[in-house]
């Protein structure tokens, strides 16, 4: 993995990507997809809580929003143009090439080829990944992609790896994804970029490097590619580096089908997981503290924080271009919680499309 000579972030990342200073990261090959970084372990928190407080299973839901995200990730940002036609020509093991290597950008995993036949079967070994049905349908969805049949699907635990199998089966393209949950997530990629006007970068732009232009803050985390994981460099919390509109999907299909709006319990469980994690961090002073996740929000691609203020009992922020409301407000409401000890009173508001204002205060 080839760095920046100045800062030592991954060159790939300024290749594919684009921060453009406001609050936003989009791929430069599809720029109708909008990606953030985040904990690795808040889709398992997220779904586990879905169910046990609702009774549901999510699972299936999270197999379809991934199988769908996978065609249309495909699609437009590894296999696009050309490359549709030929990959189903390629060696399997020159397409999975690609794709091990965007694992490791992304931080979901480490993959290993262990075995394939062309057109009939591939076996992997996937080390330590982020979520594994996650990584485990999205490779389906790839095979099924290249090779344009159906696949059965199976893994076993070895240690603390997994061996995936996917076997393809007889041709059937018009099969291989719900059309109705590939809609779904479409509809959450254009929900992300709100209509495409974003409010455009003010004064703060993420100090950028000279080199590489990645917002500094970055170098708070570590892409350690000998595991396939990116790590804080202070306390070794994981995170990754993913499509914004996969998890919008997901929520939107189970909103579907329980006819039920899931952001406030959203935003709830977000909290939780926020005040949750940060439990045993030495928080010197509040200024640190929310200048630290003004930092983070702008190159972590969650919005621009235009104006805050602060003090004893009371957060004010407004924040352009803001990335999920439930997910960003449950954010700052559990960093504001574990600063004040106490449980926060929420408002927000959207003063216009993409601005939001939110102002939380203790009871």
């Not at 997220?46 to 549901?56: A, C, D, F, K, M």
């Not at 929310?290 to 407004?318: I, P, Q, W």
Request: glycine share 8%.
């Amino acid at each position: 993995m080839r760095r920046c000579d100045i800062c030592g972030l991954p060159r790939k990342l300024s290749q594919r990507y684009l921060w453009p200073g406001n609050g936003v990261i989009l791929a430069r090959r599809d720029p109708g997809m909008r990606m953030v970084i985040f904990e690795a372990d808040y889709y398992s928190y997220v779904w586990s809580e879905l169910e046990r407080r609702l009774g549901i299973n999510a699972a299936d839901a999270m197999i379809r929003g991934q199988q769908a995200a996978t065609l249309d990730y495909l699609q437009n940002h590894l296999i696009y143009g050309w490359r549709r036609t030929a990959v189903r020509y390629l060696p399997t093991r020159a397409v999975f090439d690609t794709v091990m290597k965007e694992m490791t950008l992304l931080g979901f995993c480490r993959m290993e080829l262990l075995a394939h036949r062309w057109r009939k079967f591939i076996v992997l070994k996937v080390s330590s990944p982020f979520d594994i049905i996650s990584i485990a349908w999205g490779a389906k969805g790839l095979l099924e992609y290249a090779a344009g049949k159906k696949s059965e699907l199976s893994w076993r635990k070895e240690g603390e790896d997994y061996v995936l199998t996917i076997v393809l089966t007889a041709r059937d393209d018009a099969a291989a994804v719900d059309e109705k949950a590939l809609e779904i997530m479409r509809e959450a990629k254009r929900e992300l970029l709100m209509g495409g006007e974003f409010i455009p970068p003010g004064e703060e732009r993420g100090d950028p490097c000279p080199s590489c232009a990645l917002p500094r803050a970055l170098t708070e985390l570590e892409w350690v590619e000998e595991e396939g994981v990116i790590r804080r460099r202070d306390s070794g919390r994981r995170y990754i580096f993913s499509t914004g509109h996969i998890f919008i999907g997901v929520v939107r299909d189970l909103e579907r089908r329980l006819g039920m709006d899931l952001e406030p319990l959203i935003m709830e469980i977000t909290k939780e997981f926020h005040l949750r994690d940060l439990r045993g961090i030495n928080i010197r002073t509040r200024h640190g503290a929310y200048r630290a996740a003004v930092r983070y929000l702008l190159a972590g691609g969650f919005g621009n924080v235009l104006e805050y203020s602060y003090g004893e009992g009371h957060l004010e922020m407004t924040v352009a271009n803001p990335f999920y409301i439930p997910r960003l407000v449950g954010r700052m409401a559990g960093l504001f919680e574990f600063l004040e000890g106490e449980e926060a009173r929420i408002d927000y508001r959207m003063l216009e499309p993409q601005v939001l204002r939110m102002e939380l205060r203790t009871e």
